[in-house]
């Protein structure tokens, strides 16, 4: 099975995903694509030695570029880590139950719109909420609607701000993201 990861930003989901499978004989981290052609996760997949790939966001929504690059790389399953932009319905329906993101939030609550990055954090902390958590769940035509796959809490303490929110957050997704990912391809692909 061949997998893509889109990313727009620094990529430390990315590049754990991609270690994770490394000598993977099964599930192969086939391409890193992102909206930005200066996210640091593309200098991550360089590293790591994965094909990487730019594209606009009027590529994606109004060309067949994307696409095109997901089948010259044979791509089965693709992996949201901090991709920023909206997914077109065309790559929804293209790819049915194979497409997972991470949410940095106990969904439902916390998503839709204006809900990414570090908005998310500032928003929990200033709710007083807590708890918080991670939310990995399978892509459809809303925001952060799909089917829940799984998800991991973490408590929020009083202390807590958005910065500190935001690295025990990393700490969940980097130790879970990949071993879901895992059991999604191996059992229910
Ligand atoms: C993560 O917190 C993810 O949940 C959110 O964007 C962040 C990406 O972080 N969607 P990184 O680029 O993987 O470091």
Redesign the pocket.
Same mark, same amino acid.
């Given at each position: 099975m061949n997998v893509a990861i889109f *990313?727009?930003?620094?990529?430390?989901? *990315?590049?754990k995903i991609i270690e994770h499978f490394s000598g993977n004989t099964h599930i192969k981290i086939a391409l890193v694509l992102s909206n930005k052609k200066d996210a640091?996760?593309i200098q991550r997949a360089k590293k790591l030695n994965i094909p990487s790939v730019t594209f606009t966001a009027a590529d994606l929504r109004n060309t067949k570029f994307v696409q095109d690059k997901l089948e010259e790389y044979k791509i089965g399953f693709i992996v949201? *880590?901090?991709?920023m932009i909206m997914v077109p319905d065309s790559l929804i329906t293209k790819y049915p139950g194979r497409i997972v993101? %991470?949410?940095?939030a106990l969904l439902p609550k916390y998503g839709g719109k204006g809900m990414?990055?570090d908005n998310v954090h500032k928003a929990v902390v200033a709710a007083k909420e807590r708890e918080s958590g %991670?939310t990995i769940h399978y892509v459809n035509e809303s925001y952060d609607e799909g089917k829940i796959i799984f998800q991991a809490r973490c408590e929020v303490k009083e202390s807590d701000t958005p910065e500190t929110l *935001?690295a025990k957050?990393?700490e969940l997704?980097h130790r879970f993201y990949p071993e879901v990912i895992e059991r999604v391809i191996t059992e229910e692909i």
């Open positions: *990313a727009s930003g620094n990529g430390s989901n *990315a590049q640091f996760v949201l *880590a901090g991709f993101n %991470i949410h940095p990414y990055g %991670i *935001a957050i990393h997704e």
